[in-house]
């Protein structure tokens, strides 16, 4: 028989602070039954005559606010109005700590949390503070000063706190106008860019802070003319020289050209003419380099050291202080847990995704035809890069049109084709192997969640590229092969936004699809997968998504001799969602479907008869209409396609039954 082992009683740790710590907190109040009395002790604390206690109420709080538990009670106690003075305090370490709070919040909260921050007058002190911080620090000759590094002499020394508080204040701006058009017009009008400006410049020292000044500013430049008139012509140079600067293959370097890209997009008209072609040159060639990063090997390293890492899963750090990871994520008592090399290559992983993310979503805005301007610019958020980038011409080939039939620039075209972007898109919707392991792990499911982000963005840009891109890979043979490939990745997710993504992608295939008649766009097999996913979703986006995609192909098959059989199962997949579908605008466009598939033709028209389409109609049209009576003001922007439907309906019953 084995051996028993008594449990080792270990005495209490002692508090230096005085303080209980995040998970002492936790702990009390799941004994208590509640977490209300703990935090608001804490909380209390921060109104103490003594800077010491200020500062180690910040730290507490800064991990407490990123427990959901713990958040609602806080928020009571009104704690935002309690921090928003801090951020003013006369203790450094006060300001810096109050400022790690608030962002750790925005973090924790999301967009519905900035919004109460900023009715709660949060911005006030913060722009203040930024204000401050930026004048001590441009007075100080900031050139050659770089946060928590140590440089000689002490005045340089002097200036590491606020390069901190620097950071952590532009972060906690960037969250709240990401959130919010208030926090945005507040920037405007406190005319806070050149903060944001003094951050670029510290690129090479600095990479941290730059990244967090660059992800501000292209959120704030983003459709914002206000704030176009306050940028120079020194401004865009930085910006120039940041996108086409040596700063290697890291992961930061790229993520960093990646959002600065973004703000040259947002800032393009108030570029010269002659050289948006080749700004658009350059930042195409910087996606197809950042889309090329082979993010799959570090993530099999990364599951193999998380598999072998012995963690102690319930042994959570102590305290919390607002540190990050420098890479814009709060350092949660997780991350303190694993080893620096461990933790170092989650961080380059997740910044490679970032990266890729953004590389992704400004893609598939280029895709999308720019109505308001005649440049050669399509719409683009937010960009990425590699080390290299070059300005490359591109010269019209003979007799290539200025726009391709689908109001594609020629030159944007070219670009993205000549790059390969269709294949490097697709490649980035494949599942790496490592996923199985990384599933195994808690350190793991950051990264996860982050690569299924990168999944959607993939999926939506190739669903906007399939419907402006033509030339390789884009033929009817590659159209299949990218089908096989989308119904491949069903199985891959049952998360809802990632059905939706690949079933939208799906849709835009079979759309093109029928565009160059392709003229067996999927299998029977292919088909039975689709239309159960239309069926069983709780998604309406995607049951959507798949009649559409089911009424393009049926369109095509219409065409084609011997399709009863896919015909017939298309014709009953479409009743069935006109029939039982919960949601009006669905079944709206299951009827659209309907009217396009079986309109005309001596196989439709056999098809119908079989399936008993006419008589089934008319059992549809007065619940259909009914529902219309009593859901139109609540149909939104359904109702054209709603009210379409119902006046074509009786339409196409009486046009069938005189065939």
Known sequence: MGKSRNKKYKPARPRPTGLPSVAETVREGAAEG?????????????????????ECACTTLAGLVLQEASLPALLESRLVRTLGPLLLDQSEA?????AGVLRNMTVGGG?????????????????????????QLTDSQPMDTQAGARHAGSAAQDREPMWRILLQAVHLLWNLCESTSTAVCIFNRE???????????????????AMAGAQCLQTVTEDNAEVLQQISADSLKLLEGLLMGEGGESADNTLLRTT?????????????????SEALQAVVRVLARTLEHNVATAMTRLAGMLGTQQTNNNAAADQMNGETDGHGRPLTPELQQLPQETRALQDQVMTLLSAQQAALEIVANMCLPDDDSDEEWEDMDSSDTSDEVTMCDVTEEGGAPLMTPLCLSAETHTALI????????????????????????????????????????????????????????MDSAGLVEVGNHLMVLFGASGDQEFQEAVTGAIRSLLQRMAAVQVTQPLSREQLCVLCDLGRQSPCPSVRANVVNAAGSMGSVLAKQPESVEKLTLIGTFLTEVCSKDTVLWVV????????DVFGDGQQVDTVAANIGLVARLKQISPVFKSRVHKERRSLGEHFPVVDNARVNLNRFIRYKEGC
């Open 588 to 595: 709206a466009e299951a009827l659209d479907a309907i009217f």
């Open 34 to 54: 509640n977490g209300t009395e703990p935090a608001l002790g804490i909380v209390e604390k921060l109104q103490s005559a003594s800077a010491e206690e200020r």
């Open 191 to 209: 005319s806070l860019l050149p903060t944001l400006l003094l951050c670029l410049r510290q690129w090479d020292r600095n990479l941290p802070l």
């Open 260 to 276: 600065v890209a973004g703000c040259i997009f947002n800032l393009k008209s108030l570029l010269r003419a002659g050289s948006q």
């Open 94 to 98: 006060v300001r810096e700590g109050a």
């Open 418 to 473: 000549s790059h390969n972007l269709p294949k490097k898109v697709l490649e980035r919707t494949v599942v790496p192997e490592a996923c199985d392991s990384l599933a195994l792990s808690t350190h793991g499911q950051p990264v996860l969640k982050r690569l299924l982000t990168v999944q959607r963005r993939a999926l939506l840009c190739l669903r906007n590229m399939l419907a402006v891109l033509d030339g390789e890979g």
């Open 111 to 135: 967009h519905d949390l900035c919004d109460h921050m900023v009715s709660e007058d949060v911005m006030t002190p913060l722009v203040a503070l930024l204000r401050q911080v930026t004048g």
